[in-house]
């Protein structure tokens, strides 16, 4: 079976899981062909990435007149479909924030990705987020290339399901995955009942490395690790103010910043007017291995998101026996539960961030470690990229099949 993804920016330091999700479905004997909407913007973190790069075709780099020729040849061949895809741009642009003419270049980048797809033999398209990359998807399958399905992630997909015409792609969908249970039920109420039954739980997987990796011993350091991108979303500026309480109270703890982006700057500054220097550390931009052993040398991970879906960095700190200090919104419950995995706080609750600051810092490592164990447990049992990626190659199967037997029906 040969399967195309499709991504905005592919690959990208933060598409670990994605790059993962391919390897496991080509150990499971799926030829995956991999489409990148625009180029990656980063140079490859890693030696994977720099492979996953050589494989990937950037639908951007087929340049002006290979959209128009794309575009041209389309509708000299195919007019029909081609009124088809068009009356789709115009129908989610109409109501997109992106705008009307937006669509129209999607539709021309449609007409390059569906030759593609039909050169190589594509049987099935498979798009990662709900956003542009699905509106791609949607408009290649009225093109006539092959039946398309969709991962959404969230928030983003669920801040504005009606400007991306998140119920018009699932419609059109052969199936919709989501990484939680709290996914499925927020596309359950943006979607039609009748097309509820498409919508699938494939969760984001941590491959073998993390999973078989043997459990190492927490350190008496207080060292707490905040791995993710400096932005709004992810509630820094909340954990400084947490921590500057912490400083007050004389409680001694090092708090590890790894990141970068646009808060970088408010950070520094809030850092220092709370008189923090000591205390913190803004890492910056880590690689996977160094994420990894900043993670185990931490007694644990705090990320006070005020929005997610379910974060790649929470299964990778609980496989690796860590426990997570995190905020109860989306999917995130599904995997920490305070006392069991971790501690759960009220999204924007200092005072509750503190609490579990105060407590992390003060635990007995051998109670850090029954944790952590506990959480390692519920991501072998749940979040095994192997074990996912079955149940995405049984869909796959399933929705060849069903094009199959439509097609020879007519």
């Not at 449609?110 to 509106?135: D, K, M």
């Not at 078989?212 to 060292?223: E, F, G, Y």
Request: aromatic residues 6%; charged residues 20%.
């Amino acid at each position: 079976m040969k399967v195309a993804y499709l991504v905005n920016q592919y690959p990208r330091t933060s598409h670990s899981f994605i790059r993962r999700e391919i390897r496991a479905l080509e150990a499971l004997g799926v030829e995956v062909l991999r489409f990148s909407v625009r180029p990656a913007g980063e140079e490859p973190a890693s030696d994977e990435d720099l492979a996953e790069q050589a494989l990937t075709r950037v639908v951007l780099r087929a340049g002006l007149l290979g959209h128009l020729g794309a575009s041209a040849a389309r509708l000299a061949r195919q007019p029909l479909a081609f009124a088809r895809a068009l009356r789709l741009a115009v129908a989610l642009g109409w109501r997109s924030d992106r705008g009307l003419l937006r669509h129209l270049v999607y539709l021309a980048e449609a007409c390059v990705l569906a030759r593609w797809l039909e050169r190589a033999g594509a049987q099935h398209l498979h798009a990662h987020f709900g956003t542009n990359p699905a509106a791609l998807a949607a408009l290649c399958g009225e093109l006539g290339a092959p039946r398309f399905s969709f991962t959404v992630h969230g928030p983003e997909e669920f801040d504005k399901p009606q400007f991306i015409g998140l119920r018009e792609k699932v419609r059109r969908a052969a199936f919709v995955v989501a990484v939680s249970s709290f996914g499925k039920s927020q596309l359950f109420r943006w979607v039609r009942h009748a097309d509820w039954p498409k919508v699938q739980v494939v969760r984001c997987g941590v491959g073998d490395e993390l999973l078989r990796a043997p459990l190492t011993p927490v350190p008496q350091a207080p060292r707490l690790a905040c791995v993710a991108r400096l932005s709004e979303q992810k509630g820094h500026l909340l954990l400084l103010e947490a921590a500057g309480h912490l400083a007050r109270e004389g409680i001694p703890f090092e708090l590890v910043l790894a990141g970068d982006g646009p808060l970088r700057a408010p950070i520094e500054a809030l850092v220092a007017r709370l008189g923090l220097g000591a205390q913190v550390r803004l890492a910056g931009w880590m690689s996977g291995e160094e994420v990894r052993q900043l993670i185990l040398s931490s007694r644990a991970l705090v990320l006070p998101s005020f929005a997610e879906g379910l974060p790649v960095v929470v299964m990778e700190a609980l496989a690796l026996g860590r426990p997570v200090i995190t905020s109860a919104v989306a999917g995130i419950p599904e995997l920490v539960e305070t006392g069991v995995t971790g501690w759960l706080v009220p999204a924007g609750s200092v005072e509750g961030l503190v609490r579990a600051l105060r407590e992390a810092v003060a635990a007995a490592p051998g109670r850090l470690e029954e944790m952590g164990r506990a959480g390692a447990a519920l991501v072998a049992a749940h979040h095994d990229a192997g074990r996912e990626a079955g149940r995405l190659k049984a869909l796959f199967e399933a929705a060849v099949a069903g094009q199959a037997a439509g097609q020879a029906a007519a």
